[in-house]
C-alpha cells in the first residue's frame, strides 16, 4: 500500500509541477518537462527547464516566461517588453547558425506563460559565472561546482566570435545586448548565442529602437548597461558592428574577473555615464587576468571610439586561440566537412590530444563527435580506441548513461576484424565498466565471436581475458558454450601458443568449475591433445597439477590409475622434455602414484579389519548356538527308539557326538548354514512347546506289535511258497493262485521304502474279480485271532539261517518277523527273540 502511496505522491508532484510551469500552454502538449537547471535573459527572467519530446524521447529544454513576474511594470511598459521578447524568439527560430541557440519548438503563448522549446542546455554563462537570479533553491547539482577551464573558455570565445561572424556578415543584423545572460552553454558545452530581443538591422533604421535614458526606459526594456557600448548614449548616432565588439570585450573581462564586468551601473543611468567616461582610458588593472595573448585585443575592443575597436576578424586571429585543444575542437565541429583520409590521420593522434585535455571536454565536447562517425563503419577502427579511451576515465554512471549504448552496436560488427581486435584489447575497461547484465548479454557472445575467429591475435587475446569474467559466466554458458569453444580450438588449432594459452586458460577457469564438470569434461580432453610439444606438455602438467592438489576436485585413485597414470607413462620418455620438465613430470607421476597407493593401502586395512571384526563376532554367535542347541536326530530314529525302548548305539554314539564341540566350526558360517542354524533352533523351541503323544488305554504298545508281526509273518509266509515253487505247481494251485491276494503285501512304493501295501483283494481298484480263498480266509483269521509271539510257535520248528534268505525275502522286512521255508514249499513261522529283532533293525 506505501508503494501506491508514494507513486501516486510522485505523479501528482510532477503533474502539479507541470501545471504550475506551463499552465494551460501549448507545449505541454509535445514535451515533458523534469526539472528546473537555469535561467537567461534579460534580467533572468527565461526560467530553463530540462525535459523531454513525446513523440521521439529525444532530450531538449523548455524556455518559460511567466507573465507575473511582470505585473509590477506599468501595463505599457509589459506589453512593449512582450513585444521585445516576441520578437528576440522569433529572430532566434529564423537564425540557423551551430553557435546560435536552436529551436526545436516556437513560441507558444497563454494567458499565463510565453514558452518555447530548444536544444538540451546545460545554463546561460550568468548562472555558470555565479548569477543565480530566478534559480530554484537549492541549486541544481550540476551548478553547484561547476568551473570553467581554460580550453572551454577559449573555445566559448572563439565561438561567440564565430556567432557574430556569421550576424554581421551573413544576416546583416547586430545584437546589441551581448551579455552572459544571452550566453547559452549547452548540454555538450558549446557556447550559444541567445537573446535577439534588442537585435537590429545593420541598415541604419531606428525602428524599435529604445533611447538610452528615456523616462518610459524601464529595467526590462533596455540592454544590459554593464555590457553596452558607449555610443549608444547618442541616439543621433547609428549602430555598427563595433557595439557588438566593445560588448564582446567586455563579455571577456567578466569571463575572467569571476563574472564582473569593467562596468558597473546596475541598470542606472548615471552611473552607466560615469563608468563610460572612465573607460576612456583602459585601466590595466581589468587586463590582469586575461591571458596575455589576447590582452591587446581586448584593450583595442574597449575603445571609446567604434572606429578604433578590433574587429571580429582581427580577434578571431589572435594568437590566443592558436592552441592545440582550440583547434582540435574547431576540427571536431567540422569534422563531417573532411573526407575518410583525413579523418583517419585526425583520429589516430586524438587520443594524444585527449591526454592534455579536461574530462568534462572529452566526455560532453569530443565523444558526441566520435559517436556520429559509428554510422560509418570503415571509420569504426579509428574512431573506436578513441572511444574506449575516454570510457577509462568515466565512471560507471556515465559510461552506462553515454557510452554504452551506442557500443553495443558496434560489438555486433565482424567487418573490418580489427573492430573485435579493439574490443579484445580494452576487454578489461568492458569488464570493468559494464552492468553485469550487459556483460552477460552483449560481451559473452563477443567473446564467443572471439574464440572462432581466424586471427591469431584476436584468439590470443580473447583466451587471456576470459578467466577474468568467470565469476559472471552461469554454469549452463560455462559447459555448453565456453568450455566447448576453448577445446575446439586446442585441438585444431595449427598454433602452438594458441594451444599453449588454451591450456592456461583452462588451468585458471578450474577454480570456477565444479568437480563432475572437470571430471567429466577437461580430464578426458587432455589426453586428445595431438601434440607432444614441451610448451603444451607443460600446459597438460599444470591442469593435472592444480586438479590433483585442488582440495574440491579430489580425484580418485581408479581414475588415477586407469586413466591418468596411462597417459602420462609414455611421456617420461620422451626426448624433447628438458631436464626440468623430466623432473616436473616424474615428480607428478610419483606424486599420483603415492596417493594411489596410500588410498588403496587404507582401504584394504579398513576391509582387513572389518573382516576381522565380523569373523569375531560370527565366532561368538556360533558359540553361542551350539551351547543351546539340542541332539539331531531323524524322526524314524526318534520314534523307534521311544517304541523299542533300546536305542541303538550308533544313534547314541552319534548324539554323543553332536553334543561335543565341533573342531572346524571356527570357520565363517554362510548365510545358508546361519539360517539353518536359526530353523533348527526354532524348530526345536516349537517341539519343546508341543504336548507328548500318549497312547490311548483300550490297547497297549505289546498289542500293537503283535498284530502287526502276524501280519508281516503271514504276507511274507506266502511269498516264500511262491517263490519256492515249480513253475507248474504255481500255475495249478489255487493256494499258490491266490498267494499273491494276502491281506498284506511287502512291495517298494515310489520312494523305495518298505512298507506293507494293502493288496488286490482289500482294494478292489487292483483286481475286482478275485475273491478270497479259504486258505486266505484261515490266514487272516488266524492274525487277527493271535495277540502275542507264542501264537507264531507250532507253525514251524526249523530255523532258518540269516544268510540263506532271498534277498527278494529281505526287501520286505521292516522291523518285523522273519519266515523259513521247508522242502515242501509250507512255511514254518518262528517267534524271534529280542535280540534278533535287534539284529534285524541295525
Not at 556520429?372 to 565512471?395: D, G, H, R, W
Not at 581414475?559 to 620438465?581: D, G, R, V, Y
Request: aromatic share 6%; proline share 6%; with cysteine.
Amino acid at each position: 500500500m506505501d508503494v501506491f502511496n508514494k507513486l501516486k505522491s510522485t505523479v501528482t508532484s510532477t503533474v502539479n509541477q507541470i501545471s504550475s510551469v506551463l499552465p494551460g500552454n501549448p507545449v505541454t502538449r509535445e514535451y515533458d518537462i523534469t526539472g528546473h537547471i537555469g535561467s537567461a535573459g534579460q534580467g533572468l527572467l527565461w526560467k530553463i527547464y530540462s525535459g523531454t519530446k513525446r513523440s521521439t524521447n529525444q532530450d531538449a529544454s523548455i524556455f518559460v516566461l511567466e507573465k507575473r513576474q511582470l505585473d509590477k511594470l506599468d501595463m505599457k511598459l509589459r506589453e512593449e517588453y512582450f513585444i521585445f521578447v516576441k520578437k528576440g524568439v522569433s529572430q532566434l527560430t529564423r537564425l540557423r547558425h551551430p553557435q546560435i541557440l536552436t529551436v526545436q519548438h516556437p513560441l507558444e503563448e497563454s494567458r499565463e506563460s510565453l514558452a518555447f522549446a530548444t536544444e538540451p542546455v546545460l545554463a546561460s554563462l550568468a548562472n555558470v559565472l555565479g548569477h543565480t537570479d530566478n534559480l530554484p533553491c537549492p541549486l541544481p547539482t550540476h551548478l553547484r561546482s561547476y568551473k570553467l577551464y581554460d580550453i572551454e573558455i577559449k573555445y566559448g570565445l572563439m565561438q561567440i566570435g564565430e556567432g557574430l561572424n556569421f550576424l554581421h556578415n551573413d544576416a546583416k543584423k547586430i545584437h546589441h545586448n551581448l551579455c552572459p545572460h544571452n550566453i547559452i552553454v549547452s548540454y555538450h558545452g558549446a557556447w550559444k548565442i541567445f537573446g535577439f530581443d534588442f537585435c537590429r538591422e545593420l541598415s541604419g533604421s531606428s525602428d524599435m529602437r529604445v533611447e538610452i535614458g528615456s523616462i518610459d526606459a524601464s529595467f526590462y526594456n533596455t540592454p544590459n548597461y554593464d555590457y553596452l557600448a558607449p555610443e549608444c548614449l547618442d541616439p543621433t548616432r547609428q549602430l555598427t558592428t563595433a557595439s557588438d565588439m566593445f560588448s564582446l570585450g567586455a563579455l571577456i573581462c567578466a569571463v575572467h574577473n569571476k563574472g564582473k564586468s569593467i562596468i558597473s551601473a546596475d541598470q542606472n543611468i548615471s552611473y552607466y555615464k560615469r563608468a563610460v567616461q572612465e573607460l576612456r582610458t583602459v585601466p590595466p588593472t581589468c587586463l590582469l587576468n586575461i591571458d596575455e595573448g589576447l590582452r591587446e585585443h581586448v584593450k583595442m575592443m574597449l575603445n571609446f571610439s567604434p572606429e578604433l575597436r578590433a574587429d571580429n576578424h582581427d580577434f578571431l586571429k589572435s594568437p590566443y586561440f592558436d592552441d592545440i585543444g582550440v583547434k582540435t575542437l574547431n576540427y571536431l565541429d567540422s569534422i563531417f566537412q573532411w573526407d575518410n583520409l583525413e579523418k583517419s590521420k585526425f583520429y589516430k593522434g586524438l587520443p594524444q590530444i585527449m591526454e592534455k585535455l579536461p574530462h568534462r571536454i572529452s566526455t560532453n565536447r569530443i565523444l558526441p563527435c566520435l559517436i556520429k562517425e559509428f554510422i560509418n563503419t570503415s571509420m569504426v577502427p579509428f574512431v573506436l580506441p578513441n572511444v574506449l579511451y575516454i570510457a577509462e576515465q568515466c565512471t560507471q554512471q556515465e559510461f552506462t548513461r553515454d557510452i554504452l549504448p551506442y557500443l553495443i552496436p558496434v560489438m555486433k560488427v565482424q567487418e573490418p576484424i580489427q573492430v573485435l581486435l579493439i574490443f579484445m584489447q580494452k576487454m578489461e575497461v568492458l569488464l570493468k565498466l559494464t552492468p553485469p547484465e550487459q556483460v552477460k548479454s552483449e560481451v559473452l557472445p563477443l567473446l564467443y565471436r572471439a574464440l572462432e575467429s581466424e586471427s591469431q591475435q584476436i584468439q590470443e587475446l580473447c583466451l587471456s581475458v576470459l578467466p577474468s569474467l568467470a565469476n559472471l559466466i552461469e554454469y549452463p554458458a560455462m559447459k555448453n558454450a565456453l568450455l566447448p569453444r576453448i577445446k575446439r580450438l586446442c585441438i585444431s588449432t595449427s598454433h602452438i601458443s594458441v594451444r599453449v594459452n588454451s591450456l592456461v586458460c583452462l588451468g585458471k577457469l578450474i577454480e570456477y568449475l565444479d568437480k563432475w564438470l572437470v571430471l567429466d569434461e577437461v580430464l578426458p580432453f587432455l589426453p586428445q591433445i595431438p601434440s607432444r610439444d614441451p610448451a603444451v606438455l607443460m600446459g597438460i602438467l599444470g591442469i593435472y597439477k592444480l586438479v590433483l592438489n585442488h582440495k574440491k576436485m579430489a580425484i580418485s585413485k581408479e581414475i588415477m590409475a586407469t586413466k591418468i597414470l596411462p597417459f602420462l607413462m609414455p611421456l617420461m620418455i620422451e626426448n624433447s622434455l628438458s631436464l626440468n620438465q623430466f623432473n616436473s613430470l616424474v615428480a607428478l607421476v610419483k606424486d599420483m602414484v603415492n596417493k594411489v597407493e596410500a588410498e588403496h593401502r587404507t582401504k584394504l586395512e579398513q576391509l582387513n579389519s572389518i573382516a576381522q571384526e565380523q569373523k569375531t563376532f560370527e565366532m561368538s554367535a556360533a558359540s553361542v548356538v551350539i551351547e543351546s542347541k539340542p541332539p539331531v536326530t531323524s524322526n524314524n530314529h526318534v520314534d523307534l527308539d521311544q517304541l523299542f525302548g533300546n536305542p541303538s548305539p550308533s544313534r547314541t554314539q552319534e548324539k554323543n557326538n553332536l553334543s561335543k564341540p565341533s573342531n572346524h566350526i571356527s570357520r565363517s558360517l554362510s548365510f545358508e548354514e546361519k539360517h539353518r542354524i536359526i530353523n533348527e533352533k526354532e524348530a526345536h523351541m516349537r517341539l519343546q512347546q508341543e504336548p507328548k503323544i500318549e497312547l490311548s488305554s483300550g490297547q497297549s504298545q505289546s498289542n500293537l506289535l503283535d498284530d502287526d508281526l502276524k501280519k508281516m509273518s503271514l504276507a511274507q509266509l506266502d511269498r516264500v511258497q511262491n517263490f519256492s515253487s515249480p513253475p507248474s505247481q504255481q500255475n495249478n494251485s489255487p493256494y499258490q493262485q491266490n498267494a499273491v491276494m494276502q491281506p498284506y503285501n511287502f512291495m517298494s512304493n515310489q520312494n523305495n521304502s518298505m512298507f506293507p501295501v494293502q493288496n488286490s483283494m482289500i482294494n478292489p481298484i487292483h483286481n475286482k474279480s478275485m475273491k478270497p480263498s479259504p486258505m486266505q480266509q484261515w490266514s487272516q483269521k488266524s492274525s487277527l485271532n493271535s495277540n502275542s509271539f507264542s501264537d507264531l510257535s507250532p507253525l514251524t520248528k526249523n530255523k532258518v539261517p540269516m544268510n540263506s534268505m532271498m534277498p527278494n525275502t529281505l526287501m520286505g522286512l521292516n522291523h518285523t518277523s522273519v519266515c523259513s521255508v521247508n522242502s515242501v514249499g509250507q512255511s514254518n513261522v518262528k517267534q524271534l527273540s529280542q535280540s534278533e529283532i535287534n539284529d534285524l533293525l541295525n
